[in-house]
């Protein structure tokens, strides 16, 4: 066979780009070729199984080169990229197989396993839905569903697939541990312990169970418990990277000393951290005053979260909220009908605003009210946004779809609407039978001020409000995906906060809402009369037990969990004055904005 032309694949398979990602039209195979073409495959079918990667790859590349959609050679080729990389060829291997071949499930299988890995959540969550259409009842089908809704913010969802999992298998201690995380994130602490103790008793040598097992007893305020789980944990692998939460933990136990030496000691260089030890050495540098040496650690963690690709979505960003600002205004919804029955049962309390503004902290309290049951950052509303338009009827996209609701046939959408929300919502919060209220805290779902008022006119929005310039400098110390990933950057971060604050002036403009802004310092500064009127607010008598939030022994599923387990402090109060140096970028970005929210400079 000739030699393969040096145009690679961007991908990094070593196939040219007219044979990989970017195929162009190929000639008949002739007879000949396939004939060459099937020893070949065998060769290098041949060659992968003793172990002789280097003749496998150079023969799927000649075979591959000839016929690109051999998929005998894709399969082995995909095989070889797994194990040896890139892990951007694999899947674009992959996904070329399952083109060609829409039935392969271990294709498939592969193809969730890697986008997993690459955090490339919702096409991970459809090739999941794939395998599990493909083979219901296969116990890795059900495992890697599971995964892909537990990590996509859907533990509830998540949790029915890996029982189905181990129904199907029985019990492994890989599965039982991924069961006890999720556990974990949906606060079921006790649960989740004995799945580790389950798992761990099967078999006590991996390093990840003993991990997790340390963060869930962190999380369950039994830090004596997470030490101990952390030892076992390091003497598995010394080397294993647990500097961050190791400094997390200390810190925690009141040492931040401690915990700064954890984090220079598992550096041999300052390159050695990776985004989250930044950030968990920012905070623990702030917390110690040294605020110019903290900023620049938040600079170093962001520039990392950027290299892994998450970037501000800003094109999206803006066109979302231009289409919604043009449809949400007075005329136009004064066409709209209005739901024409009340719902019943438990009703929602929607907690907006954005992260590290002080939402944990008022979700904190309501739900030391016996009347309120913590529903934490539901994904029901954000779920419902792309199945609307075909809920409608309509050829549009939200919001321009709610136009179908002028229609007469249409007439019940909010109603029908409303209650996929609160069916969804609902499936995902502990109801008891004295609910009458659940919160509802995703960050910035203030950009669905608008529908949730049409929906639900009568459920109360409570817009946790902080000086926007602490805001974004906390945003800073953590890695958040909200808001269109807009926390990648200090400016992309305050670029966001500006428009959705100036979102929420629109809608406040133009249609009626039961809306209740709470400034969080003013919460922190005069904490019983606030209390007394958040709760006054939402329709509930005052009870004693909400000042003592503390108390709470509902796990917060949110980076502010470990502070809303302590007693109110106000050391985070106007913390950017100290780095006023650094934040002078995002100033100008940010001055009308804390102008007109009643801030300063």
């Known amino acids: 066979m000739p030699p393969i032309p040096d145009d690679r694949c961007d991908c990094g398979s070593g196939l040219r780009a007219s044979r990989c990602c970017h195929q162009t039209a190929v000639e008949p195979t002739s007879n000949s070729v396939l004939y060459w073409a099937e020893a070949e495959t065998e060769h290098a079918a041949d060659a992968f199984d003793r172990g002789d990667a280097d003749t496998a790859r150079r023969l799927c590349l000649e075979i591959l080169e000839q016929i690109p959609a051999h998929v005998d050679a894709l399969t082995i080729f995909a095989c070889l990229l797994q194990a040896s990389g890139p892990i951007e060829a694999a899947i674009a291997v992959l996904r070329r197989i399952q083109r060609l071949t829409p039935d392969d499930l271990a294709a498939t299988q592969d193809l969730v396993r890697l986008l997993l890995c690459t955090v490339q959540l919702p096409e991970a969550e459809t090739q999941a839905r794939n395998a599990i259409r493909l083979a219901p009842t296969d116990p890795t089908s059900q495992a890697l569903m599971a995964m892909a809704l537990t990590e996509g913010h859907q533990p509830h969802a998540g949790e029915f697939h890996y029982r189905q999992a181990l129904a199907l298998a029985g019990p492994d201690a890989v599965t039982l541990a991924n069961l006890a995380w999720n556990l974990k994130l949906q606060g079921r602490i006790e649960e989740a312990r004995a799945l580790y103790r389950q798992s761990t008793a099967l078999d006590p040598a991996i390093l990840l169970t003993w991990l997790g097992w340390a963060q869930t007893e962190e999380a369950g305020r039994d830090l004596d418990g997470a030490s101990r789980f952390l030892e076992r944990t390091k003497r598995l692998d010394p080397t294993h990277a647990v500097g961050a939460f190791e400094a997390a933990l200390l810190a925690r136990r009141g040492n931040p000393e401690a915990a700064l030496a954890v984090l220079e000691g598992a550096a041999g260089t300052p390159t050695d951290l990776d985004a989250a030890g930044w950030l968990e050495k920012a905070r623990v540098l702030d917390r110690l ?45 004064r066409l709209l009908p209005r739901p024409e029955t009340p719902p019943a049962g438990p009703q929602p309390v929607f907690i907006v605003g954005a992260p590290r503004s002080g939402t944990t902290l008022v979700e904190q309290i309501l739900s030391a009210h016996p009347s309120v049951a913590a529903g934490d950052e539901l994904p029901a509303l954000s779920q419902l946004i792309p199945i609307l338009p075909q809920m409608l009827g309509s050829p549009l996209a939200y919001p321009d779809a709610l136009s179908e609701l002028w229609m007469g046939d249409q007439r019940d959408g909010l109603d029908r609407l409303r209650d996929e929300y609160l069916r969804r919502a ?160 995002v100033v100008p970005i940010l001055e009308s904005t804390i102008q007109d929210l009643g801030y300063s400079l």
């Open 426 to 585: 609902r499936k995902l919060v502990p109801l008891g039978a004295g609910t009458r209220l659940f919160t509802d805290k995703m960050p910035f779902n203030e950009l669905h001020l608008g529908l949730i008022a049409l929906m639900l006119p009568a459920v109360p929005v409570v817009h946790v409000l902080r000086h926007p310039l602490d805001i974004v400098l906390s945003m800073m110390s953590h890695n958040l995906t909200h808001g269109f990933n807009c926390a990648g950057d200090l400016e992309t971060a305050a670029r966001h906060c500006a428009r959705m604050f100036g979102l929420v002036a629109h809608y406040r403009r133009e249609m009626p809402l039961r809306y209740l802004p709470l400034r969080y310092e003013d919460l922190v500064q005069e904490f019983e009369p606030n209390v007394r009127r958040l709760l006054g607010f939402v329709g509930l008598r005052f009870d004693r037990r909400c000042l003592r939030f503390d108390e709470n022994r509902r796990h917060a599923r949110t980076a502010s969990y470990a502070q809303v387990t302590e007693k109110l402090y106000s050391r985070s109060l106007y913390r950017h004055r100290h780095y006023m140096r650094h934040l002078e970028p």
């Open 289 to 333: 005053g040294r605020h110019d040496e903290a900023f620049a650690a938040m600079t170093a963690g962001k520039a990392l979260v950027r290299r892994d690709g998450y970037f501000y979505a800003e094109q999206e960003a803006s066109h979302m909220i231009e289409r919604l600002t043009g449809f949400f205004i007075a005329p136009r919804l």
